[in-house]
């Protein structure tokens, strides 16, 4: 059983573009959720989402961020007209009902 | 303020040295989670802890939840390198009865061997 599975694992990005990035659960979980780390603030909750719905949104920015987890196919998180504070390590973690298991992060740089 | 209180922020050990790190709460917490995190790498999951009074061991790594469920720690045995590295809690503060919510994390404890 692999585990959480996420792409790209480094993403450069200049200011104004867009950033999509992927996430696989682990076979069997139906449930995922996204973090955001950066270096000062820690690891901070963004979203939780199940097959085609989102449960949970209270820990994502108002505007250019947006999340989907789609009945077939990895759950992305999109993030457009990225700009340098966007910058970040972003994980994906999925679980079966209560622990959760990350992937290995996708590292943002927006120049 | 920070809901999740994790200390000390960092620790120098010596090889071979028992140590301990505490997550801290003011809140009733519905999950407490431990993991691990290489600088720059994915989390490791150690251990989940959802009873009061609960405890679990895996190799020489002991957590613990009170019987509050507001404090948590972290014990490790005759340290060793491979143990260095990034000690995160994370807790679930919302009952909803559904499957873990979003976890809130501490800052995390860096964790440094000494041979």
């Known amino acids: 059983n692999a585990g959480v599975m996420q792409n790209p694992r480094h993403l450069v990005r200049r200011r104004g573009q867009e950033a999509r990035l992927r996430c696989s659960p682990m076979?069997?979980?139906?449930?995922v959720y996204w973090y955001r780390q950066l270096p000062e603030e820690g690891l901070k909750f963004m979203v939780y989402?199940?097959?085609?719905?989102?449960?949970?949104e209270s820990g994502m920015p108002k505007e250019r961020f947006s999340a989907e987890f789609p009945k077939e196919g990895p759950s992305i998180l999109r993030i457009q007209q990225v700009v340098r504070g966007d910058s970040a390590a972003y994980f994906c973690?999925?679980?079966?009902?209560?622990?959760?298991?990350f992937g290995p992060g996708t590292r943002l740089t927006v120049l | 303020s920070q809901e999740l209180e994790q200390s000390p922020q960092s620790l120098i050990v010596q090889e071979g040295k028992n140590l301990t790190i505490n997550c801290t709460s003011s809140?009733?917490?519905?999950?407490l989670y431990w993991y691990k995190q290489k600088y720059g790498e994915g989390l490791i999951f150690l251990m989940m802890?959802?009873?009061?009074?609960e405890e679990k061991s895996h190799e020489k790594i002991t957590a613990k939840l009170d019987e509050k469920k507001q404090q948590s720690s972290l014990h490790i045995t005759a340290s060793q390198p491979s143990h260095a590295g990034i000690y995160l809690c994370?807790?679930?503060?919302?009952?909803?009865?559904?499957?873990?919510?979003?976890?809130?994390f501490g800052k995390g404890t860096h964790l440094i061997i000494q041979p």
């Open positions: 973690a999925s679980s079966p009902m209560d622990e959760q298991f």
């Open positions: 802890l959802q009873k009061g009074g």
């Open positions: 076979k069997g979980h139906s449930h």
């Open positions: 989402l199940q097959k085609e719905n989102i449960i949970d």
């Open positions: 994370g807790a679930d503060m919302m009952y909803s009865g559904g499957g873990a919510d979003g976890l809130t």
């Open positions: 809140k009733t917490l519905y999950g």
